[in-house]
């Protein structure tokens, strides 16, 4: 019943624009414009995608590096003997005391603390303020074989 009073009125119909939906060459440029839209999405999308996939296969070989790099150093280490170990920890708190004075103290003198000898009385190359683990023990392995 509904269905024959809507078809039977006489009023003529409004027009597609006046109820936001569009006809004619107006439908298709609006289709072109929405299709250039969603194609420069999806490249924009691979583009992303690429992008992730490179730094994750970045991120992997950087932790494989690492990984190989500790294995090296424990390998390392594990071939010091307790005299070797006991000179790194000894090298080691000279530093941080060193480190210490430097920031304790403004004097020129204080900052430039450079270690000549080592617990032995042996000489010991200086070190550089950002000295790590590794090369701790490579200057201590590196003392063994000459």
Do not use: F, W, Y
């Not at 269905?3 to 004619?24: D, M, W």
């Not at 390998?75 to 006991?86: F, Y």
């Not at 005391?97 to 042996?122: I, L, M, P, Y």
């Amino acid at each position: 019943m509904g269905s024959s009073a809507a078809s039977g009125s006489s009023a003529p119909p409004a027009p597609a624009a006046q109820h936001g939906v569009l006809s004619g060459p107006a439908l298709l440029a609006s289709g072109a414009s929405n299709a250039e839209k969603v194609t420069s999405a999806i490249e924009n999308l691979i583009e992303q995608q690429k992008a992730m996939r490179l730094e994750r296969k970045r991120i992997a070989q950087d932790l494989r590096n690492a990984q190989k790099k500790r294995a090296r150093l424990k390998n390392k280490a594990r071939l010091l003997s307790t005299e070797d170990l006991l000179t790194v920890v000894a090298l080691r708190e000279q530093d941080m005391h060193a480190k210490a004075c430097a920031h304790t103290s403004s004097n020129a003198d204080a900052q430039n603390v450079q270690r000549t000898t080592s617990v032995e009385g042996e000489p010991v190359a200086p070190l550089q303020s950002d000295t790590s683990i590794a090369d701790d023990i490579n200057r201590t392995s590196g003392a063994e074989e000459e």
